[in-house]
């Protein structure tokens, strides 16, 4: 079984940045693909970005690339997602979620079999 807990959200304006941290518990942490989804209000939740166990492959929405890295510490059991030159529409809740099977990174929420229970991010105008 694994525990992930996000930390790391709040509120910043249009253009800054945060870096949100997602610890997990369990010996299985280093085997798993990790992955950042995020929901806002009246919305689906929404890939983010997605990474595999040996951080050799990573994946990230259209959305967000070239502003929003994932990145993993095995040695630490947690998981990592820099964001920068944030937007209004960024303004989510933010949940991390493994996949046991460490597959190949998906944008699927019904491929991960445990979550955290999220962090906000807003991003005023």
């Known amino acids: 079984q694994v525990q992930l807990v996000e930390s790391g959200g709040g509120l910043v304006q249009a253009g800054g940045s945060l870096r949100l941290s997602c610890a997990a518990s369990g010996r299985t942490f280093s085997r798993c693909t990790m992955a950042w989804f995020r929901q806002a209000p009246g919305k689906e939740r929404e890939f983010v970005a997605a990474?595999?166990?040996?951080?050799?492959?990573?994946s990230h929405a259209d959305s967000v690339k070239g502003r929003f890295t994932i990145s993993r510490d095995n040695a630490k059991n947690t998981m990592y997602l820099q964001m920068n030159s944030l937007k209004p529409e960024d303004t989510a809740i933010y949940y991390c979620a493994a996949d046991l099977r460490g597959a190949t990174p998906r944008a699927t929420p019904s491929r991960y079999d445990y979550w955290g229970q999220g962090t906000q991010v807003t991003v005023s105008s």
């Open positions: 990474i595999m166990w040996n951080a050799g492959i990573s």
